[in-house]
């Protein structure tokens, strides 16, 4: 295993309450347990354990001055905006500071590079770039730049079946009535994830249609008006345990279908998976590159097939998705990552490419 990492992202402020923030707080806390790290950027003193600013390049001696200190092995790269064309500067730079240590950036959504600018990409491109869907990879591969695939992971402790008297206890709790059969969705109240299919949801008899919306971007407050208009119960405010919504649900929903509303493997269908629910989700990133369809898991092509499939899930109570994310832990992907890392390291060492001197 690789001996020291640098990881870094530009800020990463709590509440952890969607798609980047969750993925970086838990790989940035994992790692910790796992090597010797350095937590580099802006934001929670829980995962960051140098406080750094910069401008929108990087060009900071306090993160220069911080990374030759530690003298890292690697360097690992969580871009906030994913891995767009200013992030490959950026990545370019953490190598120059690392003194050509490799680099990996972590891209969590899908980008578009303008065809006359991905000569001058390849040329700064970092060791690897790490995305979560087989589409994403192949577009960077075809552009020549080295890809790979990264999982997401799941707190299984804390998002898990429990019995139906506590299911029971928790939709008193959030005003739901017991015998409804809830359909939940959790994520931004944005008309880009297609959210008002929910309503289409809860048009069903005996159907409950719940959103959660996360808080840490701007909300719709149009669409959340909307969606309460139509039925569907809309929960706006910061929820600290939100594996409780998933306990009180009978089934889960992802209805996205614009490619950069969501991070690529999005983490509320683990988290949902992990409290074993069954799941109706669209074709969604790399999903369908994770999973296979069954024992629970409906997979649509568009609205209408969801809803179609959400009909077909309320009928069939075979249900074992707990069982498909249980090698979904976050130990198992930061291992693998680093497992990546010292192969790039070795590579990197037989065909140095030639940026600054040998960094150890």
């Not at 401008?55 to 891995?83: C, E, H, N, W």
């Not at 730079?93 to 899908?110: D, E, F, H, S, T």
């Not at 590159?289 to 609205?303: I, M, T, V």
């Not at 291992?335 to 060492?349: I, N, P, V, Y």
């Amino acid at each position: 295993m690789i001996g020291k990492i640098c990881l870094f992202t530009e800020e990463l402020h709590p509440p952890f309450d969607e798609g980047y923030k969750n993925f970086t707080y838990h790989l940035f806390r994992q790692a910790a347990e796992t090597c010797e790290v350095l937590r580099l950027g802006c934001g929670d003193p829980g995962v960051i354990d140098v406080q750094v600013h910069a401008d929108k390049l990087l060009l900071s001696g306090d993160i220069r001055r911080a990374i030759r200190a530690f003298r890292p092995d690697a360097v690992i790269y969580v871009p906030i905006a994913s891995a767009t064309s200013a992030s490959f500067i950026r990545a370019r730079i953490l190598r120059r500071y690392a003194r050509g240590a490799p680099v990996a950036m972590i891209g969590l959504q899908p980008r578009e590079y303008p065809r006359l600018l991905r000569p001058v990409l390849r040329a700064i491109a970092p060791s690897t770039i790490y995305v979560q869907a087989e589409v994403s990879r192949r577009t960077l591969e075809a552009m020549g730049i080295n890809a790979g695939t990264i999982q997401a992971g799941v707190d299984s402790e804390k998002f898990r079946p429990v019995a139906p008297s506590e299911k029971d206890r928790l939709r008193e709790k959030y005003g739901i009535a017991p015998e409804s059969f809830v359909a939940l969705h959790v994520g931004h109240i944005s008309e880009r994830r297609n959210l008002r299919v929910m309503a289409d949801a809860g048009s069903i008899p005996g159907v409950r249609s719940v959103v959660v919306g996360s808080t840490s971007t701007p909300q719709d407050a149009g669409l959340a008006q909307w969606l309460r208009e139509n039925g569907v119960l809309v929960l706006d405010v910061y929820i600290e345990g939100i594996e409780e919504l998933y306990q009180l649900s009978d089934l889960y929903v992802f209805p996205v279908i614009e490619s950069t509303a969501a991070i690529e493997l999005p983490l509320s269908v683990l988290e949902a998976m992990a409290c074993n629910l069954p799941v109706v989700a669209t074709r969604f990133g790399g999903l369908a590159d994770h999973f296979a369809e069954g024992e629970g898991l409906y997979l649509a092509d568009d609205s209408e097939q969801l809803i179609e499939k959400l009909r077909l899930a309320r009928r069939s109570p075979e249900v074992s998705t707990r069982a498909m994310v249980a090698p979904y832990t976050w130990q198992a992907v930061v291992e693998k990552l680093f497992c990546e890392m010292e192969r790039l390291r070795s590579a990197d060492h037989r065909d140095h490419d030639g940026i600054g001197s040998s960094h150890r």
